[in-house]
């Protein structure tokens, strides 16, 4: 059998073991192979990781399941209070026979793909991007806010001045920032960074400006950037849905890494975050710019 094994996502190497050259389906794992892309019947094996957000695991697990061939094995897990109590209902409407176990508060769940399956094309559907009135814009669920406007990306907004020159929005999201930024006609260049391929896909419709530059990245790390004049971002505060404030610190500290001396970065936090203490030790200047709703508004000058 030429069919490959895959892995969705870190599933606990102590729950289930990843198959050797495994290829990575995550959207959150740059450079990993898009679900949507496989062929039918191309997987002999697959683990997941199932993601928390019900429309997001249905629809993960229906693309998984297509691309198995029959009698090849499937093993989901995913935390208790994250959706792992759902996985054997929704494995078994899809026609699955399932074995669950439990174990470090996780819900485990085998399968072996059965010939006939069900109920693929709905959760393939429901899960799939669109425009989305709510938030006028392209998206997908999964993506940050994906389905209401962010109240602190709108705080920001409001706070925003014309910008100029190059920049970039560290983990764009949707690209409702850099849609505000490129109205500037003095912003010569902006790039848009994001882990999630989905929030990349939907950006690209969404910020139709040739002086936009997309790139599927971990915005701590890559792509390669300098001397740049401005940064705008939210960056995120949470690792697999528990709170870690280091993530936004890191995204500080490479906007200072890819800042002109001069250059300014705009921030918006979650009021109880900590991040005036790295700001302080980076920037030149820090300015506050705005406070409500639960959030903060910072301008910093390297």
């Not at 669920?141 to 929005?169: E, H, N």
């Not at 500037?184 to 400006?209: G, K, W």
């Not at 500080?252 to 002109?260: D, F, P, Q, T």
Request: proline share 8%.
């Amino acid at each position: 059998m030429n069919n490959k094994p895959a892995v969705y996502g870190a599933p606990l190497a102590a729950l289930a073991r990843t198959p050797p050259g495994a290829i990575q389906l995550s959207p959150l794992c740059p450079g990993g192979q898009a679900l949507e892309e496989l062929e039918s019947a191309s997987l002999s094996e697959a683990i997941i990781a199932a993601p928390p957000g019900a429309s997001e695991r249905r629809y993960v697990i229906a693309h998984v399941l297509r691309a198995l061939a029959p009698g090849g094995s499937l093993t989901a897990l995913a935390p208790k209070a994250r959706g792992g109590t759902r996985l054997r209902k929704e494995l078994e409407a899809f026609g699955c026979a399932v074995a669950e176990t439990s174990r470090r508060h996780q819900r485990i769940c085998r399968v072996a793909r059965p010939d006939a399956l069900s109920n693929l094309e709905a959760a393939m559907s429901a899960g799939a991007p669109r425009y989305a009135e709510a938030v006028a814009l392209w998206t997908q669920p999964g993506v940050f806010s994906w389905d209401r406007p962010d109240p602190g990306t709108g705080q920001l907004l409001a706070a925003l001045p014309p910008l100029s020159g190059r920049g970039v929005d560290l983990g764009c999201g949707l690209g409702v920032l850099a849609r505000a930024v490129l109205s500037s006609q003095a912003v010569t260049s902006m790039a848009l960074i994001d882990i999630d391929s989905r929030a990349i896909a939907a950006a690209r419709r969404n910020v139709e400006d040739p002086r936009a530059v997309f790139h599927w990245a971990d915005a701590r790390t890559a792509p390669d950037l300098s001397d740049l004049d401005f940064v705008v971002m939210n960056p995120p505060f949470h690792d697999e849905g528990f709170e870690d404030r280091d993530l936004g610190r890191n995204f500080i500290r490479r906007a200072h890494e890819v800042l002109r001396p001069g250059g300014v970065l705009w921030l918006v936090a979650n009021r109880h975050l900590p991040y005036e203490a790295v700001l302080m030790e980076l920037f030149t200047t820090v300015t506050p710019k705005g406070e409500g709703a639960g959030y903060k508004v910072f301008e910093a000058r390297r």
